[in-house]
């Protein structure tokens, strides 16, 4: 090491490396390590002249550094890494220290966005039954027509998305076996009330545009395409071979509409 090195030669070396970070990764993954890493110099300097980890954001501010990467909000970079951190460690395992990990995070990070462990699992319990549920609504945004072959290709795309989901269909059954637990119940209870609306909403649009029977409930037409989505996806999770569901699915398409088709006098 050069002892007679100046201090400015050294704020100058720790703006660049700034600078140099700043044009290849977002501002929140600028740390004092990283900045003492790419400009050479020892942490405790790094942290002298730029007023530790708690005055970097200002100091950066200051210097007038433009990032060339965008940050990924917040919120969605921790459930993108939750996400991963469930699927692989379960429900009991994982931590909110490793999803700080993973998120390239601190755990007061999280903790500023969700209260808890369970409350991070619920936010993306709902966010994966929204992209299930979604799967049905495409069809009436995209003004297709409800028959047979539509149902079937609803219910083909969700059993597929399970199947790239396997670990969250396992997750769903571990949280199911708490429910003894008041507040894993309630949240439950929440997602299963969740999925019930959005699906009724949907069959409810069906039968307004007549190509499903109004002299039944839409909540009654809802509540057995969820049962019998759930029965075939816990058979898929299992990797039942009798029967073979995927080959079924045109007959099951075809119970379902037969009993949810045309043809019926609105309920009175």
């Excluded at 069906?206 to 009654?220: F, L, M, N, T």
Aim: aromatic share 6%; proline share 4%; glycine share 8%.
């Amino acid at each position: 090491m050069n002892f007679s090195e100046k201090p400015m030669d050294k704020k100058t070396k720790i703006d660049a490396a700034i600078a140099a970070l700043a044009s290849t990764i977002p501002w929140s993954q600028i740390n004092l390590t990283s900045i003492a890493k790419e400009a050479g110099v020892s942490l405790p300097t790094v942290r002298k002249l730029v007023g530790g980890k708690n005055g970097l954001s200002t100091y950066m501010q200051a210097l007038g550094v433009v990032s060339g990467v965008e940050d990924e909000p917040t919120p969605e970079r921790l459930l993108d890494a939750a996400r991963k951190v469930f699927a692989k460690q379960g429900y009991d395992g994982a931590s909110l220290d490793q999803v700080a990990a993973a998120a390239g995070m601190t755990k007061g990070a999280v903790y500023h966005h969700f209260d808890s462990k369970a409350d991070l699992f619920w936010a993306l319990a709902e966010e994966r039954l929204s992209g299930q549920v979604d799967i049905a609504e495409n069809v009436d945004a995209a003004d297709q027509a409800w028959n047979v072959d539509t149902l079937e290709s609803v219910l083909g795309t969700v059993l597929e998305q399970s199947k790239e989901e396997q670990d969250w269909a396992r997750l769903h059954y571990e949280i199911l076996s708490r429910t003894r637990d008041p507040d894993a119940k309630k949240h439950f209870v929440q997602q299963e009330r969740f999925l019930l609306g959005r699906l009724t909403d949907t069959v409810r649009q069906i039968q307004d545009s007549g190509e499903a029977r109004k002299d039944v409930a839409p909540e009654a037409i809802a509540l057995v395409i969820a049962a019998v989505t759930e029965r075939l996806m816990q058979y898929d999770m299992l990797k039942v071979k009798d029967p073979d569901v995927i080959g079924l699915l045109p007959d099951i398409s075809k119970i379902l509409m037969g009993g949810a088709g045309m043809g019926k006098e609105p309920r009175t």
